[in-house]
């Protein structure tokens, strides 16, 4: 398999990629972005989402739990009850941070739990005791689900178990098992997921809804026309490669370095939050524009501020909310829809018709915004006789990156 740092990158992909680095910045907040990425087959959703845990940070867990119980935060049957003195004596580990899969043909007592066999049929010491399945075993890292959209049409119990771990942060999954008592546990646990929307049975808010509503972001991906990045593409295949490849000894050096940037960064930017005019902002479009879930807002103001500690900033600015409105609204709402809110907002590249010349004052630009954002409704070319308090309340929005897309 390629690495994930060498896998091409090109315009029809860099947001899978944007996303997988947010979704783990995202998970070391204690926060699971879950993200879906829809496109034609062999576009390389699935070859960049499995190649991803080449750049997973560690976890630290009590050693031994199967449920990957935090030693600050233990909350596996086993431990959640133990007093901090005892927790303290328990020894623990370092592990990659979980990746695991969930397949079409997995049963649920695979997948949520179930009667732990090898216990109850040791005949030294026979003990009912349950055995947790690939969710529980997934808590504090990823769950992958290739082709979600044909899981969710022949799988009905399965999707119930996603729509359970995905409806709250975290999510929460209960173990049933006959003459056992019931155990309900939380799993902060980030969902991925790939389909293709033209094969069958279609795209998955056209068969699950309620399943894709779930997912904070979608993502379009799509095949490049760039002749150079085809041909990278086709370098990073060709056998030759694939043996240099397995032979490189700075691989590894790299894979470690960009863990330890993502963890930085993680840590650098926890505290980041969002101006209040750019909350208000989001909060005009909720309204505005009728959106039906209320999980859609709370998407973009957590993935804008995910964009912003990506790009190593301080401050977010309206271009964050610009980046990831379509992601998070392009499977909520209609395309329509989509299109009106993004042409309404300042600094999209559709504001400004292609016949019209860009403003170069500073105070059409600032009645711009602040139409937009609903604090201001001075007709365009009048000009103002005091502008310090408009301006100081878009201070924070870098008014560059208002009229200019953001570089990739």
Avoid at 100 to 129: F, M, Q, R, Y
Avoid at 359 to 368: A, C, M, Q, Y
Wanted: charged share 25%; with cysteine; glycine share 4%.
């Amino acid at each position: 398999m390629n690495n994930y740092l060498e896998l091409a990158r090109h315009e029809g992909n860099r947001a899978l990629f944007d996303v997988i680095e947010m979704a783990i910045i995202s998970l070391r907040w204690g926060v699971p972005l879950h993200f879906h990425a829809e496109g034609l087959r062999g576009t390389g959703k699935t070859t960049i989402m499995r190649a991803a845990k080449d750049i997973f940070p560690q976890i630290t867990r009590i050693k031994g739990c199967l449920y990957n119980c935090d030693p600050q935060k233990p909350h596996c049957p086993e431990h959640k009850n133990l007093p901090n003195n005892e927790i303290s004596k328990l020894e623990t580990e370092e592990i990659p941070m979980p990746f695991l899969e969930i397949s079409h043909s997995a049963k649920i007592g695979t997948i949520v739990g179930s009667i732990d066999l090898a216990g109850i049929t040791d005949k030294a010491n026979p003990t009912a005791a349950i055995l947790p399945g690939i969710i529980p075993q997934a808590h504090r890292g990823v769950i992958f689900v290739d082709e979600i959209n044909r899981l969710a049409d022949t799988s009905p119990e399965l999707t119930d178990v996603l729509l359970d771990v995905m409806g709250t942060k975290p999510g929460r999954i209960q173990i049933e098992e006959t003459g056992l008592p019931v155990v309900d546990i939380p799993v902060q646990v980030s969902v991925w997921a790939a389909s293709n929307p033209d094969e069958d049975p279609g795209p998955l808010q056209e068969i699950r809804r309620q399943l894709a509503d779930r997912f904070d972001l979608a993502i379009d991906m799509k095949r490049t026309d760039d002749p150079d990045a085809i041909a990278s593409i086709l370098k990073l295949a060709s056998h030759v490669h694939v043996q240099e490849t397995r032979s490189s000894s700075d691989i590894q050096a790299r894979n470690i370095q960009t863990r330890k940037e993502l963890e930085k960064t993680a840590v650098k930017y926890a505290g980041l939050d969002l101006p209040d005019f750019l909350r208000n902002y989001i909060a005009r479009i909720y309204v505005k524009y009728d959106i039906e879930s209320f999980r859609a807002i709370e998407a973009i103001q957590h993935a804008a501020l995910l964009n912003c500690a990506l790009r190593q900033r301080d401050t977010v600015l309206i271009s964050d909310i610009i980046k990831v409105l379509p992601l998070a609204l392009r499977h909520r709402v209609d395309l329509e829809i989509l299109s009106r809110i993004m042409n309404s907002t300042p600094g999209y590249s559709e504001l400004i018709p292609v016949n019209e010349k860009p403003p170069t004052e500073s105070t059409t630009l600032v009645n711009k915004v602040l139409n937009s954002l609903g604090l201001k409704n001075t007709p365009e070319g009048t000009g103002t006789s005091d502008l310090t308090t408009d301006l100081k309340q878009i201070s924070e929005i870098n008014l560059d990156e208002l009229i200019r897309p953001e570089k990739p």
